[in-house]
């Protein structure tokens, strides 16, 4: 079966404006672009489709979310806020995340993208599928937007699938570099919502995401953090989905899965340091999609978030669609090897140690 691609011109006409207007006074920064600008996503888009992946994908439309849907997650007040600053012509929705006239509508989009991607799955027209929406979704909360974010894609897409498709237990396996705090937040006291990330330690939000963050409640136990040292590589991640992420998918058996991706943890992205090549997000893909075989029919949906460099995300956003769609191009990652072989990618010792405290979280689920 195929695997589903959802993309809108409009993702890419969200304006974050740049960078100098956050750092008064403004004569100390040259004006330049946001570092959440179009560009990465567009040249993801671009690689898909100049490698001929993308005649092989099942193109998604994305459909505008309705406010009801946002509100699932979002408050009526943080929806009204967003929805007036976007006419207004400009906002800040919280924490360097800026926008423009339309982003309100843009961000329905996006939400709504990460939906239809869920529709479509749920429905079986196929096996799974990757949203390639804009503006990402995981650090926003119910009141508010932060780090690049407006609205929780992720969590509205799995709010979604559980009021209309009737699903009742979701995974959640966050890889973006950053915490995926917003998504924590929305099912931190919820059992029925496996929510896993992970992510630099304490890179952004600062100091969120640590292991001791478990859950609350009857969630206890159904928020795993995986925060790995800053230069983790390709061992390191590995390790981390071997020891934490799978094991923990498996025991929770989800009847859905669904991935805030992110390409920030790449070894060329310009705002976290970790050193991931696109073989590594290959890998970490087949990891997944072989536990969701065995758990959930291979029902994957992936919602894209973060990832910085314009040159390398796009390497890594083909390994992923190649792997979930099975079809190999003959596009060479020019980088994969040099970065393959950079001091620092197997597994650290001060790397392991961060694995086995999250390790240690795994029975808190039961069986
Ligand atoms: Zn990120």
């Given at each position: 079966?195929?695997?589903g691609?959802?993309?809108?011109e409009?993702y890419?006409?969200?304006n974050?404006?740049?960078?100098a207007?956050?750092?008064?006074?403004?004569?100390?920064?040259?004006?330049?672009?946001?570092?959440?600008?179009?560009?990465?996503?567009?040249?993801?888009?671009?690689?898909?489709?100049?490698?001929?992946?993308?005649?092989?994908?099942?193109?998604?439309?994305?459909?505008?979310?309705?406010e009801?849907?946002?509100?699932?997650?979002?408050?009526?007040m943080?929806?009204?806020?967003?929805?007036a600053?976007?006419?207004?012509?400009y906002?800040d929705?919280?924490?360097?995340?800026?926008?423009?006239?339309?982003?309100?509508?843009?961000a329905?989009?996006?939400?709504?993208?990460?939906?239809?991607?869920?529709?479509?799955?749920l429905?079986g027209?196929?096996?799974?599928?990757?949203a390639?929406?804009?503006?990402?979704g995981?650090?926003?909360?119910?009141?508010?937007?932060?780090?690049?974010?407006?609205?929780?894609n992720a969590?509205?897409?799995?709010?979604?699938?559980?009021a209309?498709?009737?699903?009742e237990?979701?995974?959640?396996?966050?890889?973006?570099?950053?915490?995926?705090?917003?998504?924590?937040?929305?099912?931190?006291?919820?059992?029925?919502?496996?929510?896993?990330?992970?992510?630099?330690d304490?890179?952004f939000?600062?100091?969120s995401g640590s292991?001791s963050?478990?859950g609350?409640?009857?969630?206890?136990?159904?928020?795993?953090?995986i925060?790995?040292?800053?230069?983790?590589?390709?061992?390191?991640?590995?390790?981390a989905?071997?020891?934490?992420?799978?094991?923990?998918?498996?025991?929770?058996?989800?009847?859905?899965?669904?991935?805030?991706?992110?390409?920030?943890?790449?070894g060329?992205?310009?705002?976290a340091?970790?050193?991931?090549s696109?073989?590594?997000?290959r890998?970490?893909?087949?990891?997944l999609?072989?536990?969701a075989?065995?758990?959930c029919?291979?029902?994957?949906?992936?919602?894209?978030?973060?990832?910085?460099?314009?040159?390398?995300?796009?390497?890594?956003?083909?390994?992923?669609?190649?792997?979930l769609?099975?079809?190999?191009t003959?596009?060479?990652?020019?980088?994969?090897?040099?970065?393959?072989?950079?001091?620092?990618?197997?597994l650290?010792p001060?790397?392991?140690?961060?694995?086995?405290?999250?390790?240690?979280?795994?029975?808190?689920?039961?069986?």
């Open positions: 079966m195929a695997t691609f959802v993309f809108h409009l890419l006409w969200h974050t404006w740049n960078w207007q956050f750092f008064p006074p403004s004569l100390t920064v040259q004006p330049g672009e946001h570092a959440e600008n179009p560009e990465t996503k567009r040249r993801i888009r671009n690689l898909i489709e100049v490698s001929g992946l993308l005649d092989h994908l099942v193109t998604l439309k994305p459909r505008p979310a309705t009801d849907e946002i509100a699932r997650f979002h408050t009526r943080h929806i009204a806020d967003i929805k600053k976007s006419d207004f012509g906002g929705a919280g924490d360097l995340t800026p926008f423009g006239k339309g982003s309100f509508e843009i329905l989009l996006a939400a709504g993208g990460a939906i239809v991607a869920v529709d479509a799955v429905e027209r196929v096996k799974n599928a990757y390639l929406v804009r503006p990402p995981h650090h926003a909360t119910a009141e508010a937007g932060m780090g690049f974010c407006l609205f929780g969590v509205v897409a799995i709010e979604h699938a559980r209309v498709h009737a699903v237990r979701v995974a959640t396996l966050d890889w973006d570099v950053h915490h995926g705090n917003g998504t924590q937040s929305a099912f931190y006291a919820d059992p029925n919502v496996l929510t896993i990330s992970l992510h630099q304490g890179l939000p600062t100091h292991a963050e478990n609350v409640g009857d969630g206890l136990g159904y928020n795993i953090n925060p790995l040292p800053a230069g983790s590589g390709i061992g390191a991640y590995l390790a989905f071997e020891r934490v992420a799978i094991p923990a998918l498996m025991r929770f058996k989800p009847d859905f899965i669904v991935v805030p991706s992110g390409f920030d943890g790449c060329m992205d310009p705002l340091r970790q050193m991931l696109s073989e590594a997000y890998t970490m893909t087949q990891m999609m072989q536990a075989d065995q758990l029919s291979g029902r994957i949906v992936m919602t894209h978030e973060g990832g910085y460099s314009a040159m390398y995300a796009p390497y890594c956003g083909l390994a992923v669609l190649e792997e769609s099975g079809v190999r003959n596009v060479i990652d020019p980088w994969a090897e040099r970065m393959g072989l950079w001091p620092g990618q197997a650290q001060h790397q392991e140690a961060a694995i086995g405290r999250a390790s240690e979280l795994l029975q808190r689920i039961p069986q």
